[in-house]
Structure formats: C-alpha cells, structure tokens
C-alpha cells in the first residue's frame, strides 16, 4: 500500500522539527505560523499562506470560508496549533478543510506539545 505524499511530507515534517527545535514550546501559534513560513521558504517547498477557500453548498458559494494555515505541494492542507493537547475538534477541522478543498491530505501539527512536536496526518 502506498502513503499519499510521503516524500512531501517527509520535507514538511523536516521543518515543523527544525522550528520546534529552534523555539520550543510555548509560543502562540501566529509565532509558529511565521516560523514556518521562513522554514518552507528556506526548504524550498512550494506553499500558500492562510489562503481562503470558498465553500459551496449543493453549487452555490457560500460567504462563509476556510482559511487554512498552510496548503503545500497544490495538494495537502497543513493546520498549527500551539495546544498541550488536540481534540477531535482539531481533527474535523482539517477534515473538513479537506472536503472543501476535495484534498485528500492534511496534516495537523502541533507545536504545544512537549518534548516534541506531534504531527498527525488526515486522509480524506
């Protein structure tokens, strides 16, 4: 059985590492996000910040949108969070972000978590 995107997520898992151990925990997760962003830059890994998705229900767009932190490679979504734990709630989240984007990866990161960082991956 292949995993979806492993060498991709191989590369950003590199970089959620090489930021937590560089800030650790306890920052906000707006410091992370912008940690981030210099890390995927430096990596090289193509990415879009906080990029807002339309959301459609049965055709018809929706004012309401998703605003994941990360979406890299043009195919899986990337949620932070700066919690000591997630929840399910965390979890649907990606999800969700997901189904709306009819992406089949997200990885939900957290850098709250000690001594590492935990990154789950969520396949639709």
């Known amino acids: 059985m292949e995993i979806l995107y492993s060498d991709e997520c ?5 970089a959620v590492f090489d930021v937590y151990r560089e800030m650790g925990s306890g920052f906000l997760e707006a410091v992370y996000q912008e940690c981030m962003e210099k890390e995927l830059c430096k990596r090289g ?11 459609f229900y049965k055709g018809e767009a929706l004012r309401q949108t998703y605003i994941p932190d ?11 969070k700066a919690l000591s734990v997630t ?23 957290n850098f709250g978590c000690y ?7 969520i396949v639709l």
């Open 70 to 80: 990360f979406t890299c490679y043009h195919g899986i979504i990337v949620e932070l």
């Open 45 to 55: 890994i193509p990415f879009i910040a906080q990029q807002e998705l339309r959301l």
């Open 87 to 109: 929840t399910g709630a965390h979890k649907a989240q990606v999800f969700n972000y997901l189904k709306a984007t009819k992406m089949r990866l997200g990885l939900l990161v």
């Open 115 to 121: 001594p590492k960082a935990t990154v789950e991956r």
């Open 10 to 14: 191989y590369q950003i898992q590199g």
